[in-house]
């Protein structure tokens, strides 16, 4: 099944304990990105990255990191998390860049306290 | 740089109502534009597309026209089901300004009533 999937779905953590949230594709898609979700905000995008190596900021990218070393994989890197970075965080795939149909993972749900 | 906007929620209707979700955006260039849909504890999905001016998309009875002249993409449903309760987000993407993300609106929350 071709899907998107993003593990922890839930987290809840303390303010500066560094955390990864992974994002993995099997659709072989060249374009993965980062959106967090907040509440009359839409989603907003962190990073993202065309193809395996080729990383760009996105809307709101302080405070994370990202890589891209293998085409199937994009985690997302919080080094020292803040209550701030509480929210809800989507991974999306496509496969030739965003205005192709973006595929969307389940959500992670994380809690900085 | 580019926005949209989407009229807020909730919006609540019986089934088998018309149900139109406007949304207007501001863009340097021409857009593509998207409709996706969120059902509840789900990740988004696509729902419709147009990438140029009087174009409609549609999908599951609901349909959308790129109105360039009124920088407009206003999704309508003739008849929506419980089904369709869900957030729907307007998006564009494909300007210099949203090179590489879609640009989403607020969301609009739609619950619909048996």
């Known amino acids: 099944e071709a899907q998107v999937t993003q593990n922890p779905r839930y987290l809840i953590t303390v303010t500066g304990k560094k955390l990864t949230v992974t994002c993995s594709q099997n659709m072989n898609h060249e374009y993965m990105s980062w959106y967090r979700q907040d509440p009359g905000l839409g989603l907003r995008q962190i990073y993202y990255s065309m193809n395996v190596e080729v990383t760009d900021k996105g809307d709101v990218p302080e405070g994370y990191k990202v890589s891209r070393k293998e085409k199937r994989n994009f985690p997302l890197i919080l080094e020292s998390p803040s209550p701030n970075q509480t929210s809800l965080y989507f991974c999306?795939?496509?496969?030739?860049?965003?205005?192709?149909?973006?595929?969307f993972g389940p959500g992670t749900r994380l809690t900085v306290l | 740089g580019d926005s949209v906007t989407q009229m807020e929620g909730p919006v609540t209707l019986s089934e088998e109502a018309f149900l139109t979700i406007n949304c207007t955006y501001t863009a340097t260039g021409y857009p593509s534009l998207f409709w996706y849909v969120q059902y509840p504890g789900e990740g988004l999905q696509l729902l419709l597309k147009?990438?140029?001016?009087?174009d409609k998309g549609s999908n599951k009875g609901f349909e959308a026209t790129y109105r360039k002249e009124t920088t407009s993409f206003h999704l309508e449903k003739g008849s929506v089901q419980v089904s369709d309760s869900a957030v729907y987000f307007c998006?564009?993407?494909?300007?210099?300004?949203?090179?590489?993300?879609?640009?989403f609106g607020a969301g609009t929350q739609v619950v619909v009533t048996p």
């Open positions: 999306a795939s496509s496969d030739r860049g965003a205005m192709n149909e973006q595929f």
């Open positions: 147009a990438t140029k001016a009087d």
């Open positions: 998006a564009l993407s494909g300007t210099t300004d949203s090179w590489g993300k879609l640009q």
